[in-house]
Nanobody, 126 residues
Framework: QVQLVESGGGLVQAGGSLRLSCAAS????????MGWFRQAPGKERDFVAH????????EYADSVKGRFTIDRDNAKNTVYLQMNSLKPEDTAVYHC???????????????????WGQGTQVTVSS
């Protein structure tokens, strides 16, 4: 069973950047597609980005397109989320998630992912 641990969150001013990391335990990381979700206080967990097992299929939420980049290093068992031009509305707890399923139409939904990390707080001040 893969375990996921996020890091890299923090407090940043609007317009700044952060790079989140999600380290996975186990030897089967490359068999999982990965996603990033975020959850602000009092709100639902929202899709941010998805990357397929090989990295050949990537999707982003409209709200982050052009600002965020997801990538992965299977040799390091790590998926990353580079976040640029941050806005106060990006403030949330960011979670990485893993799925062994393949369905490009479902990557936007939290229920598609079986494994979750505890999350890392990102706070963007105005």
């Amino acid at each position: 069973q893969v375990q996921l641990v996020e890091s890299g969150g923090g407090l940043v001013q609007a317009g700044g950047s952060l790079r989140l990391s999600c380290a996975a335990s186990g030897r089967t990381f490359s068999s999982y597609a990965m996603g990033w979700f975020r959850q602000a206080p009092g709100k639902e967990r929202d899709f941010v980005a998805h990357i397929s097992r090989s990295g050949g299929f990537i999707e982003y939420a409209d709200s982050v397109k052009g600002r965020f980049t997801i990538d992965r290093d299977n040799a390091k068992n790590t998926v990353y989320l580079q976040m640029n031009s941050l806005k106060p509305e990006d403030t949330a707890v960011y979670h990485c998630a893993a799925t062994g399923r393949v369905d490009s139409s479902s990557v936007y939904y939290a229920k598609f992912y079986a494994l979750w990390g505890q999350g890392t707080q990102v706070t963007v001040s105005s």
